[in-house]
C-alpha cells in the first residue's frame, strides 16, 4: 500500500511539472507572437516617423505626436513580459499610425493604408464641423480639418475613461487628463461648449462625464446657436493660437 501512495505521489508531482512546463512554453510562445506583432507595426510606424518632413505646423504637431508614440511603443515593448504588456506597445503604435494619417492629410498627401481600430474609437465619434467657443475667457477650437488655428490632432478614443472625439483641435486639451490619468475641474463644461449640438458628436455631457459616450444627445434647444461663439474672422486665422500657457481649465 504504501508503494502505491509513492508511486502515486511520484506520478502526480511530475504531472504537474509537465503542465506547468507546458504553461510556460505556451506562455511564452504567446509573447513572443506578440512582440512579434507589436515590433511589425512599430518598424511600420518609425518608417514614417524617419522619412516624412513636414510642411506646415499641423503635420509638423502630428509627425512630434507620432515619435512620441514611437518612442513610448518601443519603451513599452522592452519592459513588456507578457501578451498583455505587448498589446499595449502595438496600441501605442497603432495610435501612431494615425498620428501619420493625419500629418500626411494635413500635407495634401494621401493618408495611407487602413488602421486597425483603437479601443473607444468606435463610441467617441468625431468633429464633423468647424466649432469655436469662449471657455473662461480662452478661445478653443475644434474642426474637422487642420488649419493654422486648429493644428492639434487627436485620433479619437478614451482619455482617462472618457470619450474624446476624433479631430483637429487648437489646443491639446485633453492632454492634462492624458497626463494625471484623471479630468480637472470645467472638463464638462469645456465639452459641452464645445460639441453641443454638433451630429458627429452623438451623446450628450452626462455619457462624457460617466465614459459610456453612447447616450444620444437631448433635440438641440431651438434658440441655441451652435456657431454662436464664432469668430467672424474665421477661425482659421493664423494670427490667433493657442496660449502656450493653458491648461484647458483642469486643475
Not at 512546463?21 to 524617419?50: D, F, K, P, S, T
Not at 512620441?68 to 506597445?89: F, I, K, M, V
Not at 475667457?137 to 492639434?152: D, K, W
Amino acid at each position: 500500500m504504501l508503494w502505491w501512495l509513492v508511486v502515486i505521489v511520484i506520478v502526480c508531482v511530475g504531472l504537474l511539472l509537465y503542465l506547468r512546463a507546458e504553461q510556460n512554453r505556451r506562455n511564452a510562445r504567446e509573447l513572443e507572437e506578440a512582440q512579434a506583432g507589436a515590433r511589425v507595426v512599430i518598424e511600420r510606424l518609425g518608417g514614417q516617423v524617419y522619412q516624412l518632413t513636414p510642411r506646415n505646423e499641423s503635420s509638423r504637431q502630428a509627425l512630434a505626436d507620432a515619435a512620441e508614440r514611437y518612442n513610448a511603443a518601443g519603451a513599452q515593448l522592452d519592459r513588456a513580459t507578457s501578451p498583455t504588456q505587448a498589446g499595449l506597445a502595438e496600441q501605442s503604435a497603432v495610435e501612431g499610425l494615425y498620428y501619420i494619417a493625419a500629418a500626411r492629410t494635413a500635407m495634401g498627401m494621401d493618408p495611407g493604408p487602413p488602421i486597425p481600430a483603437l479601443p473607444g474609437q468606435d463610441v467617441a465619434g468625431r468633429v464633423d464641423q468647424p466649432r469655436v467657443i469662449d471657455h473662461n475667457g480662452h478661445r478653443i477650437a475644434a474642426s474637422p480639418a487642420a488649419s493654422p488655428g486648429t493644428p492639434n490632432y487627436y485620433p479619437g478614443g478614451r482619455v482617462a475613461g472618457r470619450p474624446v472625439p476624433a479631430g483637429w483641435y487648437s489646443e491639446p486639451w485633453w492632454k492634462p487628463a492624458l497626463v494625471a490619468g484623471a479630468w480637472g475641474a470645467g472638463s464638462a463644461l469645456l465639452f459641452t461648449s464645445l460639441f453641443a449640438g454638433m451630429p458627429g458628436v452623438a451623446y450628450d455631457t452626462q455619457a462624457f462625464e460617466n465614459g459610456s459616450g453612447e447616450t444620444p444627445l437631448d433635440p438641440p434647444d431651438p434658440g441655441f446657436d451652435p456657431d454662436g461663439f464664432d469668430d467672424p474672422s474665421g477661425f482659421e486665422d493664423p494670427t490667433w493660437g493657442g496660449d502656450p500657457g493653458f491648461d484647458g481649465g483642469f486643475a
